[in-house]
């Protein structure tokens, strides 16, 4: 089935969008799994009652996992008439896919094999993607944060990987999705609890390029990144800097997005969105982190260095800061000084960037020996 699905899709799509759908679709249903089994039971559970289906709720015959459930129902349980006629779908359902599978998929199912690798597909002018991408690239105001055009050039390769490389794609996005849980867990909280939970989504802003950089620098094309040293550049800070602003304009702003939404959904436009300037303000400091000292240079490292030991005591420094910065600016609003310490934190940003940046600045290639 799967092969003749493949087959048709193929026709209609050609290989290297086909492929790009199917890339699409496996980060959605890894992100959608991961996000869905911390953020739903807490929702259900919000409104002080919990999700309590039972054999008369229309949507349960539906269900695949009731069908079974009715048949063990009927022999072993209270044989009541909805569990025999769930039972008997089960029954049903099983043959029917069962005589699809051995007698009439089988028979094309070497066939199918023998042609996947054989079938041609019509080349298509694109139109989109690149193309769409190097327009923005040169207008407002992308084009005022793009002067420099080897930042340039990092920011349309790193966009280019995010959207397009399949590896790429399952690294980052999965990796990320888990990570970012936790101020869902802290929005989705009783009234009292909920100014922490909105400072804390914008305290833990800072998570996402930390984590998208540091994993965006693993690619199986990593030996292409000799190409960095051969360019007339100094040190790779320029390359860092594209790279940076990719990952704030992709990732991290589409969670700050995310995030004031549903802020505004849960409580509707008010004064609680304040909240998340102290976690916005200090994310250009946060994406610096990765890239201080010449690291995380995009696409420069092979997979199997990746270690998920670092990123976790990573996320656990981060975590820290966050939930820190989060009760800060919930006792600054609480004592009514809230502007002086916003104040007093965008100072603070902006001598620690520069001391960043300065650093970031003078690093050199290092010897490729």
């Given amino acids: 089935c799967v092969v003749l699905v493949y087959q048709l899709c ?44 039972s054999e008369s709720t229309w949507w349960i015959g539906v269900l695949p996992p009731a069908w079974f459930a009715g048949f063990d129902d009927a022999f072993a ?23 699809l599978a051995f007698g009439k998929l089988a028979q094309t199912y070497e066939s199918g094999l023998q042609s996947l690798n054989e079938a041609v597909t019509r080349r298509k002018a694109k139109k989109t993607g690149r193309r769409l991408l190097d327009r923005l690239v040169n207008v407002p105001p992308l084009s005022w944060w793009l002067r420099d055009p080897v930042a340039r050039a990092s920011f349309l390769l790193t966009t ?9 794609k399952l690294r980052i996005y999965p990796g990320i999705a888990p990570m970012l849980v936790m101020p869902f867990i802290f929005l989705f909280q009783p009234h009292n609890d909920f100014d922490f939970g909105v400072a804390f989504s914008g305290a833990y802003l800072g998570v996402v390029p930390v984590l998208g950089l540091s994993m965006l620098q693993y690619s199986q094309q990593w030996q292409a990144a000799d190409i960095f040293r051969v360019a007339p550049m100094r040190g790779p800070a320029a390359i860092c800097h594209g790279a ?125 020996e």
């Fill in 160 to 168: 280019a990987y995010l959207v397009r490389d399949r590896d790429v």
């Fill in 10 to 53: 193929l026709r209609w799509f050609g290989r290297e969008r086909l492929e790009g759908l199917m890339t699409m679709t496996q980060v959605m249903v890894s992100v959608t799994a991961v996000l869905s089994g911390q953020i739903l039971p807490r929702l259900v559970f919000r409104f002080g009652r919990a999700l309590t289906p």
């Fill in 244 to 368: 940076r602003r990719a990952v704030l304009c992709f990732l991290t702003l589409p969670m700050l997005l995310i995030f004031t939404a549903l802020i505004w959904l849960l409580r509707g436009f008010n004064s609680q969105l304040l909240l998340l300037l102290p976690g916005i303000i200090a994310v250009p400091v946060y994406a610096l982190v990765p890239a201080l000292f010449g690291k995380a240079i995009p696409l420069s490292s092979p997979t199997e260095e990746a270690k998920a030991a670092g990123r976790g005591m990573l996320m656990v420094g981060a975590m820290m800061i966050a939930m820190a910065l989060s009760g800060l600016a919930i006792f600054a609003r609480m004592q009514g000084w809230f502007w002086e310490l916003i104040t007093v934190e965008a100072v603070i940003v902006t001598g620690v960037y520069a001391a960043m940046r300065f650093a970031l600045e003078r690093v050199v290639w290092q010897s490729a």
């Fill in 77 to 99: 349980g209270s044989a009541a008439r909805i569990s025999w006629a769930m039972g008997a779908i089960a029954v049903i359902v099983t043959g029917i896919v069962l005589w």
